[in-house]
């Protein structure tokens, strides 16, 4: 089984984008220092709508991506980002292609 992607797209309530990128890099960094597995965990904001940002992330497997679902970290950042959000986010997993 090869590396897994996976983009997660968040639009944020109106005023509330700075609390949402504050809570997001705090997780960032602890997925970073935690998860070897974990290959790549970026957060990127439209252009064209700065509510809507866009989680770009890639797991060397499908135990690696399940374990960062499962860390205690993202289950403790979880509830504060979603506290922001404007709706459901929307997950997309793909199979990355080299």
Do not use: W
């Not at 064209?48 to 289950?75: C, R, W």
């Amino acid at each position: 089984m090869g590396v897994i992607g996976v983009v997660a797209t968040m639009k944020v309530q109106a005023g509330k984008e700075a609390e949402f990128e504050k809570v997001f890099k705090d997780l960032q960094s602890k997925v970073k220092a935690n998860e070897p597995g974990c290959l790549q965990y970026d957060l990127c904001k439209s252009k064209s709508n700065p509510q809507t940002f866009v989680i770009m992330e890639q797991y060397e497997s499908q135990e690696a991506l399940d374990a960062h679902g499962k860390s205690d970290y993202f289950k403790a950042a979880f509830p504060a980002l979603g506290a922001v959000l404007d709706g459901a986010p929307g997950l997309e997993f793909l199979d990355r292609i080299d």
